[in-house]
């Protein structure tokens, strides 16, 4: 491993300031819930003395307003990812979600003021949610296979420590201020510093090799890839890997010549891409950690830890552990165990704790539990809460960005990482606003409600997905039937021409001169 780590330092280091904006991603989810129980927030915004119904909606609207502005900026990136690049697309974003936590730091007490936070969320979510679409992608383009998995899992690594910090931010805040605007203004502050350190750092990185040869710039492909890989352009695997690269985007442009956009969504094994990215997401929202990571005051102080402060920090245990839980699955276990069987049995073990959780809290409800005094049951049911996360944090948490992010070719990554994007945070803004309402509902049949989902669909799915270990992201053509393997290695070696700056075979030369007929030789 360390020599893959000095080989691949560049890629670690662009992988360390993209994910800066995903800790944000984590940060943003997680600050929300606290921020809003804090009883000095809800004295300066009218909600002390209101219904809990009321305070549920407002609690809903604060956290579920950033996931409706990610969802959107999820969606629109793509076409400005396709066009700009996935650097630039970033930087662009970055700024957007900047101007969203500015707004959301000054807003002052009243109605007026939680309307000046509510319009904040939406314009950062919209960068958050781009974000969260470009980067993965980024990210992965530049990874060789042998690590891939690792540093675009990453990505769960830094959504879990933006929301652990969210959590002690909140902790913190709740401890040792009890009035005055700063209750919300440093939560809401702090956004900026990630924020700014990925700004700064990304005028330092390169761009994705992969979309400068979609775009026709393969000697600057070339050379980014060569930085990437900490080698000269003239190594013959560096020179190899461009050649399956281009490669994929000449039988693209073979296979779809004359045809539109849409055959790119539903053309030969491209479909079957979409479905998985769509419903990887859709499932992991209902998994119920979401529920439990948007709201873990409220869900801890439902089994037993009363108080803010208990609650806030028993939260905060639960967000070092999901920190610690994905680094260690993703170091050492991601590239060992593979995506399929990861998933599969974090299903299983989430389902199985969850359903011991419900069964607990119907049989033992907490009814004598007060601040400091926190009965045996609800110290089990929390144990068990942080035994889910683990389980969560081996398979569910980071595996959907990993395993989307493997699967799509190059002229529908930026697509097939928009579309898996929106779709996680369409589902996150529905699952923060039910959850508040479920919680008060259902009861322990919520725990109950997420380990069928758990078992009966996660699982389930997981067992059907083909294994995307230790390939190439062109070979993820092969796997989806889009192109055979005879065909592929034929390509391959017509690419090999075009990336030497040879005379392309006859076959092919009508393909080539669209995609780099206009660039120049190398040397």
């Not at 144990?383 to 889910?388: E, G, K, Q, S, V």
């Amino acid at each position: 491993m360390a020599s893959d780590l000095f080989k691949n330092i560049r890629v670690y280091y662009l992988a360390f300031v993209v994910y800066w904006g995903i800790l944000l991603f984590g940060y943003d989810t997680g600050i929300a819930g606290g921020v809003i129980a804090h009883p000095t927030f809800q004295d300066n915004f009218g909600l002390t003395g209101t219904s809990a119904k009321h305070r549920d909606n407002i609690s809903s609207n604060v956290v579920a307003v950033l996931q409706g502005g990610a969802f959107f900026g999820a969606l629109g990136s793509a076409p400005v990812s396709g066009k700009l690049g996935r650097k630039w697309t970033i930087m662009i974003f970055t700024a957007i979600f900047c101007v969203g936590a500015v707004l959301q730091t000054i807003a002052g007490p009243g109605s007026g003021g939680l309307n000046l936070i509510y319009v904040g969320r939406v314009v950062a979510g919209v960068g958050v949610g781009a974000i969260s679409a470009v980067a993965p992608a980024y990210v992965s383009e530049c990874c060789p296979k042998e690590v891939r998995g690792r540093i675009t899992g990453m990505f769960q690594i830094a959504v879990a420590l933006g929301v652990m910090i969210s959590y002690f931010t909140n902790y913190g805040v709740a401890k040792h201020i009890h009035s005055g605007a700063l209750v919300w203004r440093i939560p809401f502050g702090i956004q900026l510093v990630p924020g700014g350190i990925m700004a700064i750092g990304l005028l330092f990185a390169p761009e994705s090799p992969r979309h400068l040869a979609r775009v026709g710039k393969l000697d600057q492909a070339l050379k980014n890839l060569a930085y990437l890989r900490h080698t000269s352009t003239n190594d013959p695997e560096v020179r190899a890997e461009l050649a399956e690269i281009e490669a994929t985007i000449l039988e693209e442009k073979e296979a779809r010549a004359g045809l539109g956009w849409k055959e790119a969504f539903f053309g030969k094994g491209n479909f079957i891409r979409f479905v998985i990215a769509f419903s990887i997401f859709t499932l992991q929202q209902f998994a119920g950690q979401n529920s439990v990571g948007y709201y873990a005051p409220q869900i801890f102080a439902s089994i037993g830890y009363v108080g803010t402060t208990p609650s806030l920090l028993a939260s905060g245990v639960y967000g070092i552990i999901k920190v610690v839980a994905t680094a260690i699955f993703i170091f050492f276990g991601v590239e060992r165990f593979g995506r399929r069987w990861s998933l599969f049995w974090s299903a299983m073990w989430m389902g199985i704790l969850f359903y011991i959780v419900g069964a607990l809290l119907k049989t033992h409800p907490p009814t004598g539990a007060t601040e400091g005094k926190v009965p045996p049951a609800s110290k089990a049911m929390a144990a068990l809460l942080y035994i889910y996360c683990v389980a969560y944090s081996f398979g569910w948490g980071p595996l959907p960005w990993v395993y989307v992010s493997d699967i799509f070719p190059n002229r529908t990554r930026h697509y097939g990482l928009s579309v898996a994007a929106g779709t996680q945070w369409l589902f996150n803004f529905t699952i923060s606003k039910i959850t508040p309402m479920m919680k008060t509902a259902l009861g322990w049949k919520l725990f109950i409600t997420f380990a069928t989902i758990n078992i009966g669909g996660m699982a389930v799915f997981s067992y059907l997905l083909p294994e995307t270990k230790g390939k190439s992201l062109e070979e993820m053509d092969i796997i989806f039937g889009a192109v055979t393997a005879e065909d592929r290695q034929r390509d391959i070696q017509k690419a090999a021409h075009v990336v030497d700056g040879e005379e392309p075979s006859s076959s092919a030369s009508d393909v080539e001169k669209g995609s780099v007929g206009h660039q120049e030789k190398s040397a």
